[in-house]
C-alpha cells in the first residue's frame, strides 16, 4: 500500500515523459489524480535531440518540471548538469524495439542479421525515431552491419511524432521505434522480434526536477508509477515494470 502524502498548494504536478512511457502515464495519471486528490500537468517530449519539443530544447528554454521521466541514459545526464536532482533516479520499464509495417503489406524477414540486413537493403522507405532506439540504430546497428552510408541515404528519422503515422500517411514502409510507442497505432502491423543481436533494451526511469517546490508531492507520484499496483496495467503498455525501490525509502 501507498503512503499517504499531503497535498501541496503550489498547483499541478509538472510532469514530463518521453514517448515509451507516455501511454503508460496517460492511462495511470488520471487514476492517480482520482486516488489522491491531486492535480497533473503532462508534457511530451524525446528524451534527446533538437526538435522544438524535445526535453533539452525545453530545458533550454527555461521550462521548468517537477518530474522527469525519460531515457535511464539522458536522465542521467540531466543529473550531471543540474537538471535532475542526484540520487533521485527510479528506474520504472525496461523497453525494447520494435519493427512495424502498414497491415497487409508484406512483412520483411529480421529473424537473423543477415536477413535483417538485407531487408535494410532491398525494402522500401525506412523511419526510425529520433530518440534512444533509433539513436541506437543510426549510430550503434547501422555501422555494425555495414549499411551505415546506405541508411543515412534511405532511411529518414522521425521528429516529434510516432513512426507508427508516419507509416500510415505512406511517407515510409517499415519503422522501428519503442513497442510501447508502435503499439497505440491503428493499421500497423508490429514486427516483435527482431535478431537477439540487434535487440537492445533500454530502462526508461524518473528523477525529480532540481528547481520543483513540490518534492514531497513529485516522490510520491515517483512512488505510485514504481510500484506493483500500476505493473500489471503498465505492462499492457508494452513496457516491463521494474519495481525498483526509490533511494530516499532505502
Excluded: C
Excluded at 4 to 16: A, D, H, M, N
Excluded at 29 to 54: C, R
Excluded at 68 to 73: C, P, Q
Excluded at 145 to 159: D, H, N, P, R, Y
Aim: no cysteine.
Amino acid at each position: 500500500m501507498l503512503r499517504s502524502v499531503t497535498i501541496s498548494p503550489e498547483g499541478p504536478l509538472k510532469v514530463i515523459t518521453s514517448g515509451a512511457f507516455a501511454a503508460a502515464l496517460k492511462d495511470l495519471v488520471p487514476i492517480y489524480e482520482k486516488q489522491y486528490q491531486t492535480q497533473v500537468e503532462l508534457s511530451f517530449g524525446s528524451s534527446i535531440g533538437a526538435a522544438h519539443d524535445s526535453i533539452p530544447t525545453r530545458l533550454s528554454e527555461g521550462q521548468k518540471f517537477d518530474v522527469f521521466i525519460l531515457a535511464g541514459s539522458a536522465l542521467e545526464n540531466f543529473i550531471q548538469e543540474g537538471q535532475i536532482k542526484n540520487n533521485t533516479r527510479v528506474d520504472l520499464v525496461s523497453s525494447h524495439i520494435a519493427a512495424a509495417v502498414r497491415a497487409g503489406d508484406p512483412e520483411p524477414d529480421l529473424s537473423t542479421l543477415e536477413s535483417f540486413k538485407h531487408a535494410m537493403l532491398t525494402y522500401g522507405r525506412i523511419a526510425y525515431s529520433a530518440s534512444a532506439s533509433g539513436t541506437y540504430l543510426s549510430t550503434e546497428l547501422f555501422p555494425q552491419l555495414g549499411i551505415a552510408e546506405e541508411m543515412s541515404v534511405k532511411a529518414k528519422k522521425i521528429f516529434s511524432e510516432r513512426v507508427g503515422t508516419i507509416l500510415m500517411r505512406n511517407e515510409a514502409d517499415l519503422g522501428f521505434q519503442q513497442m510501447s510507442e508502435l503499439l497505440p497505432i491503428q493499421g500497423i502491423k508490429i514486427l516483435r522480434d527482431l535478431p537477439p543481436e540487434a535487440q537492445r533494451s533500454f530502462f526508461f526511469s524518473a528523477g525529480i526536477g532540481s528547481d520543483t517546490k513540490q518534492e514531497e508531492q513529485a516522490r510520491h507520484l515517483v512512488e505510485f508509477l514504481a510500484s506493483v499496483e500500476v505493473a500489471d496495467q503498465i505492462s499492457k503498455t508494452g513496457l516491463k515494470p521494474v519495481l525498483a525501490k526509490a533511494p530516499w525509502l532505502n
